[in-house]
T-cell receptor, first 116, second 115 residues
Framework: EAQVTQNPRYLITVTGKKLTVTCSQNMNHEYMSWYRQDPGLGLRQIYYSMNVEVTDKGDVPEGYKVSRKEKRNFPLILESPSPNQTSLYFC???????????????FGPGTRLTVL | AQSVTQLGSHVSVSEGALVLLRCNYSSSVPPYLFWYVQYPNQGLQLLLKYTSAATLVKGINGFEAEFKKSETSFHLTKPSAHMSDAAEYFCAVSRGSSNTGKLIFGQGTTLQVKP
């Protein structure tokens, strides 16, 4: 089954304790991206990757890191989480279309993170 | 900068009534426009997309959207609302060239369907 998986689905942690949220897709998509969803703000892009070893900042990258060593995986790393990073996080992947535009994205189920 | 505006954070309709969710994008013509739906406690799934072919796009579950360049709009409609349509809806725009890789979402519109 074609899918994007994220782990963990729920995580409660404390300020400053490094964490990683994994994301994996089995559709051989070039493009992967991380978003955070907050009430009233919609989805905001954190980081994205156009292909292996190619990553770039989205609109809200502060406090996050990513890596893309393999095509299928795109982990999100919070080196020193803070309470303002409490949010619902989504990973997504897609093929690329015209002039590198992003085509239909497939979303993971989400990771609800609480930082105390 | 590319932007997307969804007019109305909450829309309430009666079952069987017309659904109209509004989306406007900034003036540069994007290669792709999307509507996604998010049901409670789930991820997003694609309803429909515009890719510069037909301006009237049909999606899943009876939804459709019309791309109007003169109005920079991509409003989502459904002739008759069903209770199962209650969800949050997001408009999004993707653009290549100088903005490659960025996908901009609107703030979302929550659709409530009353019996």
């Amino acid at each position: 089954e074609a899918q994007v998986t994220q782990n963990p689905r729920y995580l409660i942690t404390v300020t400053g304790k490094k964490l990683t949220v994994t994301c994996s897709q089995n559709m051989n998509h070039e493009y992967m991206s991380w978003y955070r969803q907050d009430p009233g703000l919609g989805l905001r892009q954190i980081y994205y990757s156009m292909n292996v070893e190619v990553t770039d900042k989205g609109d809200v990258p502060e406090g996050y890191k990513v890596s893309r060593k393999e095509k299928r995986n795109f982990p999100l790393i919070l080196e020193s989480p803070s309470p303002n990073q409490t949010s619902l996080y989504f990973c997504a992947s897609s093929l690329l279309g015209l002039a590198g535009a992003i085509n239909e994205q497939f979303f993971g189920p989400g990771t609800r993170l609480t930082v105390l | 900068a590319q932007s997307v505006t969804q007019l109305g954070s909450h829309v309430s309709v009666s079952e069987g009534a017309l659904v109209l969710l509004r989306c406007n994008y900034s003036s540069s013509v994007p290669p792709y426009l999307f509507w996604y739906v998010q049901y409670p406690n789930q991820g997003l799934q694609l309803l429909l997309k515009y890719t510069s072919a037909a301006t009237l796009v049909k999606g899943i579950n009876g939804f459709e959207a019309e791309f109007k360049k003169s109005e920079t709009s991509f409003h989502l409609t459904k002739p008759s609302a069903h209770m199962s349509d209650a969800a949050e809806y997001f408009c999004a725009v993707s653009r290549g060239s100088s903005n490659t890789g960025k996908l901009i979402f609107g703030q979302g519109t929550t659709l409530q369907v009353k019996p």
